[in-house]
């Protein structure tokens, strides 16, 4: 008789001080994936989402590199599981980027004339004082502000 595969995951050493917090953001994404959306305009429904998914890898970054206080294992597993953006990740670690809201902010594709986001601009060089990015509610992530 072949033997039964499972799918548990192992998970590495340091999970159990880490579980909490990822678990209660994850139950906040759920909410605000169920959020009604009546009376919004249509790209506001998904900054909820954005911003927790900030704050979730924000949260595994500061851990791992800010606050040391988790392993490479446990940080790899919790890039590998999704539970942290490796890319924004990546940008963070570059200078200039330490405060990138989302990486559709700085894709030229995205944007008239092909620039940046204006989030992405220093506010002490903005012609309006408050603003508020399309793409994900941001209210400014220049790393001069």
């Not at 959306?37 to 970054?61: M, N, V």
């Amino acid at each position: 008789m072949p033997k039964v595969k499972t799918n548990r995951v192992k998970y590495p050493e340091g999970w159990e001080l880490i579980e909490p917090t990822l678990r209660e953001l994850q139950a906040k994404m759920r909410d605000a994936e169920n959020d009604p959306h009546d009376g919004k305009r249509k790209c506001e429904t998904l900054w909820p989402i954005f911003k927790i998914a900030h704050q979730k890898s924000r949260y595994i970054f500061d851990l791992y590199h800010r606050r040391r206080e988790i392993s490479k294992e446990l940080y790899e597993f919790c890039l590998d599981q999704g539970y942290a953006d490796r890319n924004i990740i990546a940008k963070w670690k570059k200078p200039g980027y330490e405060r990138l809201c989302c990486l559709r902010c700085i894709q030229p594709r995205d944007h008239n004339f092909q620039t940046t986001c204006v989030c992405r601009v220093p506010k002490h060089l903005r012609e309006e004082k408050v603003i508020e990015c399309v793409h994900c509610g941001c209210k400014g992530c220049a790393s001069g502000d």
